[in-house]
């Protein structure tokens, strides 16, 4: 919500693009691989299958979870049969793999977290099950003819009737898939498991492509596994540093921050006006969007600022480098943005304590109401001298109490030498 939308693709997707990369010119320089790290290519991908399911499950991550066995179950079907690439029953295997493997990877990112062995978590992995179950069946004892429809061309006149051996039915499901995947992917904002999920979708394709030699295939879906705990490595980082409901940086990520501080640098205390009473009138749920909508505001400070979301409905804005009256205009403009930015409001009555009341908004267009949000702003600088950047947070906070005493909806500056360490 809060960070730039392309920084935000830069920075989820080169690792995963580095990895693929990576993979690329591993497959095609296979000769330059030496035969002593044979062993460590065989098992490199069990290794990091291993190390994935296990912190996705410690950690509940169902999504990553569920991905990483679904590429598991893809890359032991194909190392398994891959001395035997040229028979039919290989081929109807790799074929299947190519059309549920990208369907059930857009089924993963397009749905909820949810716990592994919930109800919910059991009945994925018995969907995933029963498909492993039926392409047994049908290879068992229908692959010829009975699934060779797979390799007819869906366009005649197409200039490809396949690439590198994949049907077009299996590259027409790819193409899908990856077209598919860019929803969840833009709708969340680039997450990194969305990312992680586009990626070992390419990784294996590459696998399918280069399904006749088991070392290749072992490279890809170790590239794929290594892009998913990637992914889940960024996830554990984010719900440390950053706040989950608003997007911003955490307080954890603020007290780092004040420790990377030089000599002259400002900090801000901004506080919702009245939050309480809001929650206590209108709901937990609008209390929220208001959260969401301040920090949104916060997180486009003017100035060189860089907003957090220190705790509750407060939220903190540092600005190093900057004095207080370089500062100042910059959360003045962020104060009057917010006051500005009209919040509406779904429902007209809500029940509290068993009786309805009616809300005081002024009535807009259609059901949706809306009323006005204002926050309190204190704010503290430092400049040439030792302090702790903990003395100047307690010197805002004071500055901020002060607002409120005046009236609220307003900047007030404190005094960092006031405040004793």
């Not at 929803?183 to 979708?201: I, K, N, S, T």
Request: a positive charge.
């Amino acid at each position: 919500m809060t960070e730039r939308l392309p920084a935000r693709i830069v920075v989820h997707s080169i690792p995963g693009g580095f990895v693929l990369i990576g993979l690329t010119w591993m497959i095609g320089h296979m000769q330059v691989v030496p035969v002593s790290a044979a062993d460590f290519v065989k098992f490199a991908p069990y290794f990091l299958f291993a190390a994935g399911l296990l912190l996705s499950a410690v950690f509940h991550r169902s999504r990553v979870f569920h991905a990483l066995l679904l590429l598991l179950a893809c890359h032991l079907a194909l190392v398994l049969t891959a001395d035997r690439s040229f028979s039919a029953a290989s081929v109807v295997l790799a074929d299947a793999i190519g059309m549920v493997l990208p369907l059930n990877l857009v089924l993963i990112a397009l749905l909820p977290e949810t716990g592994i062995t919930s109800r919910e978590g059991q009945i994925r992995l018995g969907i995933f099950a029963a498909q492993a179950l039926a392409i047994a069946i049908v290879i068992r004892y229908y692959a010829v003819p009975g699934m060779r429809f797979l390799e007819r061309p869906l366009v005649e006149w197409l200039a490809f009737r396949e690439f590198r051996g994949l049907p077009q039915s299996v590259l027409v499901a790819f193409v899908l898939g990856l077209l598919l995947l860019v929803l969840p992917l833009v709708r969340r904002r680039f997450r990194p498991v969305d990312v992680g999920l586009y990626w070992a979708l390419v990784s294996g394709f590459v696998a399918l492509s280069v399904a006749g030699s088991a070392r290749s295939v072992s490279i890809a879906f170790s590239a794929g596994a290594t892009v998913l705990l990637i992914a889940l490595l960024e996830s554990f980082y984010a719900m440390a540093y950053f706040d989950e409901l608003t997007d911003l940086p955490s307080r954890r990520a603020f007290n780092d921050a004040k420790l990377r501080l030089g000599g002259t640098y400002t900090v801000a205390m901004v506080d919702v006006d009245h939050f309480k009473k809001f929650n206590d009138t209108y709901g937990h749920d609008a209390g929220d969007q208001v959260l969401r909508m301040v920090a949104a505001r916060i997180s486009e400070v003017s100035g060189g600022g860089k907003g957090y979301r220190y705790g509750g409905e407060e939220f903190a804005v540092l600005f190093p480098g900057k004095q207080v009256d370089e500062s100042f205009p910059h959360l003045e403009r962020l104060r009057r943005s917010i006051e500005e930015l009209p919040f509406k409001l779904r429902s007209q009555e809500r029940r509290a304590g068993g009786k309805k009341r009616k809300l005081s908004l002024k009535r807009r267009r259609g059901a949706k109401e809306q009323t006005n949000i204002t926050v309190s702003i204190g704010v503290a600088g430092i400049e040439g001298n030792r302090r702790k950047p903990d003395d100047l947070v307690k010197a805002a906070d004071t500055a901020l109490y002060r607002a409120k005493d005046c009236g609220r909806n307003c900047t007030i500056i404190g005094d960092a030498e006031t405040v004793t360490a």
